[in-house]
C-alpha cells in the first residue's frame, strides 16, 4: 500500500507561484506519478506525469509553467506552478502507481493509478 498526503493548497494571484507537496509512503515502490487536477465545472483531468528513472511529460495546458521535481530524501514530489491563471483554478491531486504502465498515456488516466492523495484546493484570482 502506498499513502499519498499532499499540502501547499490556498490561494495566489494571477501571475504567481505555488508549490504542491505529495509525501509518499513506500515511496521507493512507486514506478509511475502523476498530478491530476479539477477545475470547477469540469471532470477531474491529468495534467502531468513522471517516471521513476524516466520522462516527464505536462500537458499542453500546465507545459512550460508547471514542473514535477522530488526530494528523494524526504520521500516527496512536487508540483511547482508558476504564471498562474485563474482557470488554474481547482483541486489538485497526487496519484502513484507500482507499475511503469501507469505513465503510459499522456495526459494519464485515472484508472491507472491505486493510490491518491486526499487533494488539495488551489485558487487564483485575477
Known amino acids: 500500500q502506498v499513502e499519498l498526503v499532499e499540502s501547499g493548497g490556498g490561494s495566489a494571484q494571477a501571475g504567481g507561484s505555488q508549490r504542491l507537496a505529495c509525501s509518499a509512503s513506500?515511496?521507493?515502490?512507486?514506478?509511475?506519478m502523476a498530478w491530476f487536477r479539477q477545475t470547477p465545472g469540469k471532470e477531474r483531468e491529468g495534467i502531468a506525469t513522471?517516471?521513476?528513472?524516466?520522462?516527464?511529460r505536462y500537458v499542453d495546458s500546465v507545459k512550460g509553467r508547471f514542473t514535477i521535481s522530488k526530494d528523494n530524501a524526504k520521500n516527496i514530489f512536487y508540483l511547482e506552478m508558476n504564471f498562474l491563471k485563474p482557470e488554474d483554478t481547482g483541486m489538485y491531486y497526487c496519484?502513484?502507481?507500482?507499475?511503469?504502465?501507469?505513465?503510459?498515456?499522456?495526459?494519464?488516466?485515472?484508472?491507472?493509478?491505486?493510490?491518491w492523495g486526499q487533494g488539495t484546493q488551489v485558487t487564483v484570482s485575477s
Open positions: 496519484a502513484a502507481d507500482l507499475q511503469y504502465g501507469a505513465c503510459r498515456f499522456s495526459p494519464p488516466n485515472e484508472g491507472d493509478f491505486r493510490f
Open positions: 513506500a515511496y521507493d515502490r512507486i514506478r509511475c
Open positions: 513522471n517516471e521513476k528513472h524516466g520522462a516527464t
